[in-house]
């Protein structure tokens, strides 16, 4: 059965937003700079994030459940590296 398109595109956008994150994920995890990442910015994203993952939970909303787990597991592990990988 074929998704309605409002769910296909609520899907491709997520996916292609969540996927932003590998590369700076990555990035960060081989090289341990942090310079470019900022402290605030992560951490207000991450926040909110997590308020998203909790509005798509009680909507019911797959697409925004899915891409926003994914995305806070990515965000927060990019956080986590700025904090712990930051010069003093």
């Keep these: 059965m074929p998704l309605p398109a409002t769910e296909l595109v609520g899907y491709l956008a997520a996916a292609f937003t969540t996927c932003s994150f590998i590369p700076q994920a990555w990035l960060t995890f081989r090289t341990h700079d942090v310079r470019g990442v900022s402290l605030g910015m ?4 991450t926040l909110g ?3 998203w993952l909790l509005y798509g939970l009680m909507l019911g909303a797959w697409p925004i459940v899915i891409a926003n787990a994914i995305t806070l597991t990515l965000a927060a592990t990019i ?7 930051r010069r003093a």
Excluded at 42 to 45: E, G, K, L, Q
Excluded at 79 to 85: E, P, S
Aim: aromatic share 22%.
């Design 42 to 45: 992560y951490s207000v994203f």
């Design 49 to 51: 994030v997590t308020l």
């Design 79 to 85: 956080l986590g590296m700025k904090l712990r990988y």
